[in-house]
Every structure is written in C-alpha cells, then in structure tokens.
C-alpha cells in the first residue's frame, strides 16, 4: 500500500540530506559547474525580500550531480539561502533514495531536480521543479529533438534566465515570461 505524500519523515531524511559544500566536494561530475555557478549567481535584491519572511524554514532538493537541470538551478538556490542565513539547505541523492524521488515524479519520470520547501516543524509547504515552468513546457513540446540539439538551447536559455523563473517559482511568486521560441531556435 502506498504511503501518502504527508507520512514522509522530513526530519529524518534531514539528517541524511548532504549540505551544499560536501554534496559538490563528493560530486563525481560537473563538481566544477556546481562551484562556478554557485560563485557566479547573482541574487537579485527581491529575492533576498521574498525569502526573508522564510526564517526557520529548510529546503531539501533531490539531485544528482550530473543533472544540467539540477547544476543550472540547485546552485543558485544555494547561494540564496547561504545568503539569507536563515534558511538551510540540504540534498538528497535521487538514486540514494528512491521511495522519496517516486514521491515527486514529473509525467511519471524520476525527473531532477525536486525542491521542497519545509516549514519550522518539516511540514512541506511547497514542491518545485524539475525546471522552470516556461521551460518545462519548451521541454515537453520539443523531448523529441536530438539532445545534441535541445541542450544547447536549454543551456542558453538558463544563462540567459540567470535562475529568476526558479527563484520565482520557488519562493511562490509565480514565473517570468520568457519564451525559448520555436523548435531550433534559441
């Protein structure tokens, strides 16, 4: 029998979450993006106020380093947080713990990164992920594309986004208008 969303022990899973600094010190890929992007986020001043009213709160994200979508975003959520001081964020390895990632699958796929947003008491306030909304969609409307053509593109429109749709999103304020145009186009 299936065990509700709710009956998650978020404490528990907590104590097993990696921080940012050892999750990107043991990452066997991309450990260099995972720092770069980090250094190089920019958080914008709205955001340091959208999160503020977020004291005690914690952000468990379940990801893998070798996820693009995850070292494009998960990242910059980090230096947020770390920003903030008052909001911790810890990650937990989708392949290390599959009975959570099947809580959270996108169209049925263990799709990355998952955010989840917990109150004081581990309470799941909010979930995000595993792209921004706008991406999302592009993603689905085009899954068909080579990947050698469709990362590219993702890739340019999260360097061009610079983590505001998923700022956005994550903190509840819903998302930017920014298109990716039609199929090849970028």
Sequence with gaps: MATALTDLDFAALWDEALDYGRFVNEAKKHQAL???VYRLARIPDWALDAIRPLAGHRIVV??????????NTVPILARLCDLSGH?????????????????????????IPIVILLDENFNEVRR???????????????????????YPIMRRWYARDRGESMLQEVLGMGARDQGLGTRGQG
């Excluded at 909001?87 to 990632?101: A, G, N, T």
């Excluded at 992920?129 to 085009?142: M, S």
Aim: proline share 7%; aromatic share 12%.
């Design 34 to 36: 995972w720092r770069d």
């Design 128 to 150: 995000w992920g595993p792209r921004p909304a706008v991406l999302q969609e592009w993603y689905l409307t085009n899954r068909e594309m080579p990947k050698a053509e469709r």
């Design 62 to 71: 379940i990801a893998e380093d070798w996820c693009g979508d995850a070292f």
């Design 87 to 111: 909001v911790d964020l810890r990650i937990l390895r989708r392949d290390e713990h599959p009975e959570v990632m099947d809580r959270y699958l996108t169209n049925g796929a263990r799709s």
